[in-house]
Structures are given as structure tokens and as C-alpha cells.
């Protein structure tokens, strides 16, 4: 928060500078009037105005330390799921949950999705006496067809889309080439998953869609040559052919995503460096702030909040300093607000058209959480990369003010650069 403030003055009050431009007169004494005159009204101008500033600052500085104002915070809409990654896999497991979400007409699965079982693995198989290799998972749907909603893995542009079989799936059923109402996403990195035998008219996209991660494309069916409701995923990297098929076991988990909040590693990590409010008998007791304003958990400021706290079935308004707010409700809260941080390190690294790993968006998102920013991170990025260059300018500088080595502010700079550059959560 500090650091925060720092940062902010530091950039805006390097602004005003170099604006020297008279002197253009014959008389000396009227020049000498007229600079005395104009040296007055600047001190009475730009002293007036760089207290004007000043009192500017400090005002934004403190709206923005009570969280009132949120800077850089860009299209929440895209942050709508408590879907966390678990062991960094930043592909989800591609059934999604029951319960769906529609954010600007685009459904999403928003909710703990169900344990379907896999029922077959990548590899050699034989089936109806006939050996052959099996390109992707199988995830059964225990016999229910349009059931289960399918989601995309990961973002990206439909490469190709079927929705024209029946909910007739047999052993070499060639419709949709044998994998019935399929969908292929083409992601980053020339990354396709393939999404198979969906049922009947389910299929929600089609070839040249962008979708997002999470959104749902169809149901669980049993379509093409299928002998059962099932979802076969399929993983091909490097191009869409069936020898570029990877074990989609090594991109994504059946744990993945699930809520788990108490797993959520880059929640763990911010409250390790922000602390919490009084913890007693599995409740955050609320606290005042220091400014008036009552808060809970790491932080969070309750009026700034009001509808996640109604939603989760508590009502803000009748919240004062003492009262009990489940650990597990606040963190939940906590860990939406901290997606909506980590959604706004997403979208900038995406335009910046910067690929990067879940670990390094939690690690810059621990950043932009403290900072307010990530501006020299991206600014930087390009030019230096993860270079000692880059931790200087930009991890250790901010862990100085005035000079002054702030070891608390240093610990956390060195552990979000760690967990940057290692992939290490600190301990
Ligand atoms: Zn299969």
C-alpha cells in the first residue's frame, strides 16, 4: 500500500517540467519588471498549482489506499469464475460444472464441477478385437447423453466445429470422421484441443468463434464411433493431426478446475505479506481499518464489496467492528477480488501479446495487488525479459524508498521475482 503511494507520486509529480519561454524584451528594465513580475506570478502559479497537486495526490493516494479508487482495473466481466489452477496447470479440465453463467451472452460453467471418471487412457488399446492407438482421454458421463456441459480448456479460436450427428454412436460410425459433434480450438503456440463425440445439437460454437476459457461449447454425448456417453479429449501440439497427440494428462488434471479455496496458493501467498484480521473459532472477526472503514479477512473492505458478502448469503449492512465472517466465506471474497487483479494481469500480458505461465500471473498479480500496477514489468518486457535487468528495475527498485532498503517490501519483491522466474510459492 505504501509502496503503492510511492509509485504513484513518483510518476505523476515528474511530469512538470521545461517550460522556459520569455525574455523577448528591448528594455532592460522592462525586462527586468517583467521577469521579476513573471518570476512572481510562476512561483504564485506553479506553487499554487503544485499545492493544488499535492493536495490532488494525496487525496487519489488515500481514495486509492481505502480502495475506493481501483486503477488499471479493466473488463471484470472476463473474471467470473472461482475456477482455481491447481499445480499450475493453466489448461481446465475440459468437463465443467452444472451450474453456468451467462456474462454477455456468452455462457460460462461457473461452479465445482462434477467427478466424472476417465474411462480411458492415451495409448495402445484394442477395441472389438481391433489394436490401435488412442489419441486422447476418455472422460465417461456414467451413460447420460446432453447431460454435461463441455467447456473450452483454455482460450482461442474455433478451428473447427460439427454438429450434424445423432445420438446414434457406434463402434466406426464415421459421421463427423468418426468423432461425431466435435470441436477443435486452436490456442497460442499452435496448442489444438479437440473436444469429441458431443450430443446431438448441443454444439454451441462454431469454425472461427473466439472462445473463452471455461465457456461452454456442447454436452457430453454419444456421437460418431462412440460406445458410450463419453467427452474424448485430445491434446495435438504443433498442428492438428493426430500424430502431434500429446497425454493430455501432462496439459490438464481432473482436479483442474475445482474451487479450492483453501489450496489457493496466490491467496496463501498475499496473506502471508498482508496479514489478516483476529481469526476466532473459524471466523474473521471485523476490524476497523485505521480510516473508519470496517474490514475483514486480508483487507477487504466491506462497503467496497457489499454484493459478494450478500451473494455468499451475509448482509453487509449489518456488519460492525467484532462480528464473526466465516474464514472460508471471506476468503472465497478475497479470492474473487484477487481474480478480478489477476484477470487485469491476463488481459494486459495479453496485450502485450506476452505468453506466460499461471504462476507468473500470480506472481504478477501479487505485485499489481501491492503496487497498484504492473506497468515496468510490461514496459520492460520486451526489451529485457527476465533478465537481472529486469529484477533490478523493476523488483528491487520497488522495494527502496528514499534510499531506504524496506526489508519487509524487499521480502515480497524477492519472493513474487522468485515465483516469477521458478515457479516458487513462498513458504
Ligand atoms: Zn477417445
Redesign the pocket.
Known sequence: MFDKLVNFVKKNTSKEEGNGSDNNSNNAVVEKISKLASLKFKIFFFGGLGVFLLLFLLIVATLMAIDVIDIGEDDDNYNLLSYDSVNNFSYWWPVGSMETKSINGVLYASDTPPELSIS?YTGNRVINGQAGT?K???ISAGGRIGYYNVIASFDGVVYYAYNGCEDNGSYGNSCGGGFGNHVVILHNNNVYTIY?HMASNSVKVKTGDTVKQGQVIGKIGNSGSSTGA?L?FQIDIGGYNNSMAINPLTYVDPDNPRPKTSDNKLLSMIKKFEGTGTIKDGNYLVYDDGYGNLTVGIGILISAHKDMFTTRGIDPDKLTVGSSVPVSTADAIAIEIINSYKTSVINEARSHGIDLFDYQIDALTSFRYNVGNNNCFFQHYSEYGLSEKMHTDCFSKYSMANGTYLSALARRREAEWKLLIDGIYPS
Open positions: 480411458s488412442h486422447g482421454i476418455d469429441g463419453h474424448h
